[in-house]
Structure formats: C-alpha cells, structure tokens
C-alpha cells in the first residue's frame, strides 16, 4: 500500500506562483509513474501532469504546458507540482495519484492505483 499526502495550496492572485508537494508512504514510489490531476466544481477530474517513474519523461496537458513542472525526488519519496503564472481557470482541488510503472505517462485516472485526498488550490482574478 502507498499512502500519498498533497500539500501546498492555498490561496493565490493570478499570476502568481505555487508548488504542491505530495508525500509518499508505506512504499518507496520509486518504481510507480506518479501523475497529477485536478478537479473544478462541477466538473469531471482531469489530467494535468504525470512522470514516468524513471523521472525521465514529463508529459502535461495542453492548457498547463509551459507554467507548470512536475518533478520527483525518488530519495524523499515525493513528487511536486511547480505551477507559475497561475490563473483563475487553475482553481481545482489537485490529487496526487500513483500508478504502476507500465502506466508512467498515463493520462487516464483509472490506470492510478492510489490517490491523495486533494489540496485546494484558488486562483483569484
């Protein structure tokens, strides 16, 4: 089992800058593709960046493409989420999730085998 804790959202003015952290334990998550993914009110949880497990290869969607990187630290066991330029339009809760290694790249929340519970992230205008 892989318990996963997010931290560092908050409250931010557009433009500004932020970086999640998500803290593994009960498991190295040195073996598992670790991925990020965020959800509006009222809307369905989206992708916004994964990391093959190797830290080799970063893949982001669209939209986030150029602000935000994602990076891990395989020694502290954790994955983080540097998001700049932030605005109104990224405010979600932002879940951290990790898969199997077979998985690393995986836009999709169902091959994410364990999540954190969210931290909330708001981009005021």
């Known amino acids: 089992q892989v318990q996963l804790v997010e931290s560092g959202g908050g409250l931010v003015q557009a433009g500004g800058s932020l970086r999640l952290s998500c803290a593994a334990s009960?498991?190295?998550?040195?073996?598992?593709?670790m991925g990020w993914f965020r959800q509006a009110p009222g809307k369905e949880r989206e992708f916004v960046a994964a990391?093959?497990?190797?830290?080799?290869?970063?893949y982001y969607i669209a939209s986030v493409k150029g602000r935000f990187i994602i990076s891990r630290d395989n020694a502290e066991n954790t994955v983080y989420l540097q998001m700049n330029s932030l605005k109104p339009e990224d405010t979600a809760v932002y879940y951290c999730a990790a898969a199997a290694a077979s998985y690393s790249g995986s836009t999709y929340a169902r091959d994410y085998t364990y999540w954190g519970q969210g931290t909330q992230v708001t981009v005021s205008s």
């Open positions: 009960g498991r190295t998550v040195s073996t598992y593709a």
């Open positions: 990391i093959h497990y190797s830290g080799g290869h970063t």
